[in-house]
């Protein structure tokens, strides 16, 4: 992650309660309490980046162990499609979203590539973040990770549905050849 | 869930030390120490299903809500492809699988379907064994969380992976049409 400074979130008391704010919008899906909101944000810190940041790039092996979630700016969220891997812009994300869940939980090769469109301020909570949360707060982490599982399920079933329509169109492009062939038999 | 009786699986202890076993071989991916593995085993139940039983089914939404740890028998896994939703048998699992977790984490609709090939043992964590587990051993609760998120996050690699194969088959399929439509034209 090219974070130069990364302070803790409680050093910016006006961002750590946006911070404790935009973790409690619906769209977080996390269902925390005000106090266990400002519990999860005692383990963030601040980060900034750039417009044009690679934050996470799809296939990419280096174990960084971040959950961002955004507080400023916006993030496009990409993925390689085809043979050709030409990234495609699935989605802009801003303000209260969180991305690199998977990051966190794993530290696998990411699924997507993330790149900030506009400078970008950032809550991170990393992977030591998330077991001082376990350690100390049990309950928090366990609500912020059975919240993290709803999101990939989330994608996953989003992910399914597409699957089922390349699938849907695989089978339309061969009906298509089988009877351009037959024509050109025929003719 | 089609299950007649679902007695504490410490009731039958030859079966409660055979799912904390099963617990913790590798491919469970959630990392637990054998304490670890003996206080998940005592939130869950014993539960039984005849061969042929549709234990989840793919866009069902009855909010089942139970995680099933496999401990004798052999399940399909399907999903359904193409515009004629015909199932597709994805893959069989036995022994030590961990099936349902998203129904654990979320009570979503399935994202895929699964049945019993032959008669099925298996141990059930519910919602509340899990809020439980939350509450009597958070630690616990968070590193099943954590493995449940780590595979749902393979399972997104995977389902990933797929997408961009369909999509390059797309893209062939296109050039050959356009192919045989350009040389119908020149005929």
């Known amino acids: 992650m090219q974070a130069p400074a990364h302070p803790p979130l409680s050093d910016v ?19 925390l309490t005000p106090p266990e909101a400002t519990v999860l944000v005692a383990q963030m810190r601040l980060v900034h ?42 989605s802009v994300v801003g303000p209260g979203s969180v991305i690199g869940e998977m990051a966190l939980l794993d530290g696998s090769p990411r699924s997507a590539s993330c790149t900030t469109i506009s400078a970008v301020q950032a809550a991170a909570l990393s992977r030591q973040g998330l077991e ?24 996953l079933r989003a992910l399914g ?20 062939k037959a024509g050109r038999a025929a003719g």
Chains 1, 2 share one sequence.
Do not use: C
């Not at 309660?17 to 935009?22: G, I, N, P, Q, T």
């Not at 092996?61 to 990409?78: A, K, N």
């Not at 549905?161 to 351009?180: F, H, K, N, P, S």
């Open 13 to 31: 008391p006006a961002l750590a309660e946006r911070a404790a704010d935009l973790l409690r919008t619906p769209g977080a899906l996390l269902n």
């Open 161 to 180: 549905e597409q699957l089922q329509m390349y699938a849907g169109v695989v089978e339309q492009q061969q009906q298509q050849i089988d009877r351009l």
């Open 49 to 90: 980046f750039g417009p044009g940041v690679t934050l996470f790039r799809e296939g990419d092996d280096v174990r960084l162990d971040h959950l961002l979630l955004v507080l400023e700016g916006e993030v496009s969220i990409e993925v390689g499609i085809g043979g050709s891997m030409i990234p495609v812009a699935i």
């Open 132 to 155: 001082k949360l376990i350690d100390q707060q049990p309950r928090v982490a366990a609500k912020l990770l059975i919240g993290l599982g709803s999101r990939t399920g989330e994608r």
